[in-house]
């Protein structure tokens, strides 16, 4: 009987947070896409969320792209395709692993600060005095987050394929001995729009999770320091799961016809 009502304890405290989290996304929504909007607000959190997170997302971009058309090469010479390199890497870069990986990495970076920034808040009661001065603690703290991350994310998406790209075209012309010229021409004749539009789709919908994961935590923390500490932990390890999740969701959408 005791591992039973463990058991329905946690069904019904999985239910209660997702109750939480869906009543909460409905608030964020509503607040983001009704007037008034506080541009300020968006553009410092647009520098915060893009500017400030381009050397992380630029230097894990460029080496995956270094990575790839090696791990590439030494595979498509076993078939004797090693002049596949630059399209698969391209291809690579700009459909999956320039869209996640740009995605998981904001999410260790700015998951985890919006996540801490808004749980001190809670723990230190600034988002009650907010209610008590009467601006609603959407408008003012989770709206301007939720638009800079959907903005931003498809902007530091596109730099990341491009960096990454650019990784593979380094290592492939100066170790791998690929003419340069024909490497450029196999990258832009076998990359399409759809491609770089699909990754451009996936991170805008990725950086809604992310700052959806931050806000929802810290707006929820309790028990002080400790309690910050988990909302941060529990911002970034939901937001990369559910990264991963909808980048499948997304991939089975958008390429139904493979």
Excluded: W
């Amino acid at each position: 009987m005791n591992f039973l009502a463990f058991i329905g304890r946690l069904v019904l405290s999985l239910f209660a947070e997702v109750g939480r989290l869906s009543v909460f996304l409905k608030d964020a929504v509503v607040h983001t896409v009704a007037p008034p909007m506080y541009f300020r607000l968006i553009f410092e959190q647009m520098v915060k969320i893009g500017y400030n997170s381009l050397p992380v997302v630029g230097l894990t971009a460029f080496f995956t792209g270094g990575a790839l058309v090696l791990q590439i090469y030494v595979g498509g010479s076993r078939f004797n395709a090693e002049s596949t390199a630059p399209s698969i890497v391209a291809l690579g870069i700009t459909r999956e692993l320039g869209p996640v990986l740009a995605g998981l990495m904001v999410a260790g970076r700015v998951g985890a600060a919006i996540a801490a920034e808004l749980g001190t808040m809670r723990v230190t009661e600034q988002i009650d005095a907010l209610t008590t001065l009467a601006t609603n603690p959407f408008k003012y703290l989770v709206a301007p987050r939720l638009v800079a991350a959907v903005l931003t994310l498809p902007l530091l998406v596109l730099v990341a394929d491009t960096i990454g790209v650019m990784g593979g075209f380094i290592v492939g012309t100066r170790s791998l001995g690929f003419n340069e010229g024909s490497y450029i021409i196999n990258t832009v004749d076998f990359i399409e729009f759809d491609d770089v539009f699909s990754g451009l789709v996936k991170a805008a919908v990725f950086g809604f999770i992310i700052a959806l994961m931050g806000c929802y935590h810290g707006y929820y923390s309790q028990g002080g320091a400790q309690g910050v500490g988990r909302a941060t932990t529990n911002a970034v390890v939901t937001a990369s799961i559910l990264i991963l999740a909808a980048n499948y969701i997304l991939t089975s959408l958008l390429f139904t016809n493979i």
